[in-house]
């Protein structure tokens, strides 16, 4: 069955400071890869999304991922993160072929310090 | 464009009672996704319909929820009767397909709480 692991239940960072969110998945083909933002109080939204060719994909806010089916990884990445990035992230995985679900990771959630 | 709508956005209650949780979907969108989050579980997916129709309701706890989709504009969550286990924010998501390529647009969700 198609899982989500997200290693990291918090991660603290200073402002102006890289980033890196992991990511892996179990999925028997070609999976479509998401991550999603969440702010207290808010739904889910949309940050980037694979579904193939560049292996680097370009988000909103600043916010890249790279797929690596070796390792099948999806890391979310920021050069330099900003207090109003803390938030909680949630990597998911999107059936292929056949299937219709979108499976969510347990979430990392970003703290900023100054 | 207005996103995902859903009401209330607080709902506490007493066990035993019926709750009702509503959402209104993006216009144009054909696929509507409820979904369950709490600390220990996480995101659950409970239900998802396709041009109103309901796909799969496998992630539904117990008979005690349901759920329906009159028309492509409105759907509603039921739990009857309630309990404190079912305390919990509860998302509707809706996509522009059903499949899993298509990106889902969330509601602010509606916290519920069962005394």
């Known amino acids: 069955a198609q899982s989500v692991t997200q290693p990291d239940i918090h991660i603290t960072v200073s402002e102006g400071a890289s980033l890196e969110l992991r990511c892996n998945y179990s999925?028997?083909?070609?999976?479509?890869l998401f991550w999603y933002v969440q702010s207290p109080g808010q739904g889910l939204q949309l940050l980037l999304k694979?579904?193939?060719?560049?292996?680097l994909v370009q988000g909103i806010k600043g916010f890249e991922a790279e797929f690596k089916r070796s390792q099948s990884s999806f890391n979310l990445r920021k050069p330099s993160v900003h207090w109003s990035d803390a938030a909680e992230y949630f990597c998911?995985?999107?059936?292929?072929?056949?299937?219709?679900?979108?499976?969510f990771g347990a979430g990392t959630r970003l703290f900023v310090k100054a | 464009d207005a996103g995902v709508i859903q009401s209330p956005r607080h709902e506490v209650t007493e066990m035993g009672q019926e709750v009702t949780l509503r959402c209104k979907p993006i216009?144009?969108?054909?696929?509507l996704f409820w979904y369950r989050q709490t600390m220990m579980r996480g995101l659950e997916l409970l239900i998802y319909?396709?041009?109103?129709?309901?796909?799969?309701d496998s992630g539904m706890p117990e008979d005690r929820f349901s759920a329906k989709m009159p028309n492509a504009s409105f759907s509603t969550l039921k739990i009857q009767p309630s309990e404190p286990r079912d305390s919990a924010v509860y998302f509707c998501?809706?996509?522009?397909?059903?499949?899993?390529?298509?990106?889902?647009?969330f509601g602010n969700g509606t916290r519920l709480t069962v005394t």
């Open positions: 998911a995985v999107g059936e292929g072929t056949g299937g219709f679900k979108t499976i």
């Open positions: 216009s144009g969108h054909n696929s």
């Open positions: 694979y579904f193939s060719g560049d292996t």
């Open positions: 319909f396709n041009n109103n129709v309901p796909i799969d």
């Open positions: 999925y028997g083909a070609t999976p479509y």
């Open positions: 998501a809706s996509s522009y397909l059903l499949g899993g390529q298509s990106p889902l647009h």
